[in-house]
């Protein structure tokens, strides 16, 4: 899960142009000349480049032709402002097919102009259109920001709870040794 | 999390005034939508008006009117004036909390209260009303096949 858009300052090393000022945003699928601009854009929000990481997601949802996967861009002004990747996954924890939305980005200085929610609607007319009724997401808690937008968007708490646990921890568990 | 009584009235007013931020509403009438006494409310709002959240309109037809930002007021923003929470560390314990026993339920109710203080402040006002307005135009959708079998006309909302 890579729900971003978390404001933290811009890095000099990110090579993340700032766009004109906010301008409404037309939503397309991804192409590969936007990779550097996405990569740009996530290294500026998070503080971390993943080169790698958005080139397999590329290939995974950008490149894919199955209408279950999608990743979309804003552009304005000739230039990406934002992105949105999700795909409807099927029985996951026993749920019925359902839309995923696993990361969204706008660029700090195109936001508040409707970016975010074109996009959420672009991948939810998307999802619409691959059969299904639910789209769900997951982010940190402490990402207000984010969490916010969902919420603005009409999203509420949904029905299951996340759970983590340290692995090497395993003698805290509670019931660790514990045959099954 | 249990909101206090004052904080439950504080967040039915903003929200009373945040739907309609030029209109006036009495404290009275307030007071009679939620069946609170005015006394206790005209407390609750003079808080709200000396946080500038609210104003003060006098004269006739005067009252109250939202002062605020509706996208950008969380509810967390008016809980706190209301509410104390324990900052971590905090030396005020109950009986019973540095048992193990006491530790393990407090690790768990902070992990409910920490959830519910997300929540909190990922909700505005606007997001509130927009909430408001969906549950009323379900309730509104799912009274029409009653009214629409009585023979009234329905308008779409």
């Known amino acids: ?180 | 999390m249990k909101l206090q009584k004052n904080t439950r009235l504080a967040l039915y007013s903003v929200l009373e005034f945040a739907t309609d931020p030029t209109r006036h509403i009495s404290a009275a009438e307030i007071a009679e939508k939620y069946e609170v006494s005015p006394h206790h409310l005209a407390k609750v709002l003079s808080e709200l008006a000396r946080a500038g959240l609210v104003e003060s309109v006098r004269g006739v037809g005067g009252g109250y009117r939202f002062a605020g930002n509706a996208r950008r007021l969380t509810l967390m923003d008016v809980i706190e004036m209301f509410e104390e929470f324990a900052a971590p560390g905090d030396d005020r314990r109950e009986s019973g909390e540095r048992t193990p026993v006491g530790q393990a339920l407090g690790a768990v109710l902070s992990e409910i209260d920490e959830i519910a203080k997300a929540t909190f402040r990922s909700i505005t006002l606007a997001t509130m009303l927009r909430l408001l307005e969906r549950q009323q135009r379900g309730q509104a959708l799912s009274r029409a096949p009653d009214r629409a079998r009585n023979g009234v006309k329905v308008k779409a909302p």
């Open chain 1, 1 to 180: 899960m890579t729900v971003t858009r978390a404001g933290r300052p811009a890095s000099n090393a990110t090579r993340a142009g700032a766009p004109p000022g906010p301008v409404a945003a037309a939503v397309r699928p991804v192409r590969r000349g936007d990779l550097e601009p996405i990569v740009a854009l996530d290294a500026r929000v998070t503080g971390l480049e993943k080169r790698d990481y958005w080139a397999a997601l590329y290939r995974r949802y950008g490149a894919s032709l199955r209408a279950e996967r999608q990743f979309l861009v804003a552009e304005a002004g000739g230039r990406v402002v934002g992105f949105v990747i999700g795909e409807v996954r099927d029985w996951e924890f026993g749920a019925p097919p359902c839309g995923w939305v696993f990361a969204i980005d706008v660029h700090p200085e195109a936001r508040l102009a409707g970016t975010g929610t074109r996009l959420l609607d672009a991948i939810c007319a998307g999802f619409r259109r691959a059969g299904v009724s639910k789209v769900r997401t997951m982010l940190s808690r402490d990402n207000n920001l984010v969490l916010s937008f969902f919420r603005s968007q009409g999203m509420m708490t949904g029905p299951f709870i996340p759970l983590e646990m340290d692995l090497d921890a395993g003698d805290g568990r509670p019931d660790a040794g514990t045959a099954r």
